[in-house]
Nanobody, 123 residues
């Protein structure tokens, strides 16, 4: 049984930074991709970043390009999303999701989801 647990969300001031973590368990191999998605109130879910679909990590969100980075620590089975220069419009619930076997991180194609962690950017 695959489980994904997000952590690291919270309240941050505009211009601040945050590191989200997604701890994965239950995979039988390293051959899977993990993505970060976010959903703001009243908006559709948006892909933020993906890792494991190709070499390195990919930032998917135009609005977060240049302000975020996805990385992983395979020894800890954890994927991180670092974000900086945060804006109020980055406020959302951030989810991690996995796809096994690996592939592009498209919301409707992901096989497993975490419960999400709330990020609030406000002064």
């Amino acid at each position: 049984q695959v489980h994904l647990v997000e952590s690291g969300g919270g309240l941050v001031q505009p211009g601040g930074s945050l590191r989200l973590s997604c701890e994965a368990s239950g995979f039988t191999s390293d051959a899977h991709s993990i993505g970060w998605f976010r959903q703001a109130p009243g908006k559709d879910r948006e892909g933020v970043a993906c890792i494991g679909d190709s070499d390195g990590g990919t930032v998917l969100s135009y609005s977060l390009e240049g302000r975020s980075r996805i990385s992983q620590d395979k020894a800890k089975n954890t994927v991180y999303l670092d974000m900086w220069s945060l804006k109020p419009e980055d406020t959302a619930v951030y989810f991690c999701a996995a796809r096994d076997p690996p592939g592009l991180c498209v919301s409707r194609w992901m096989d497993y989801w975490g419960k999400g962690t709330l990020v609030t950017v406000s002064s």
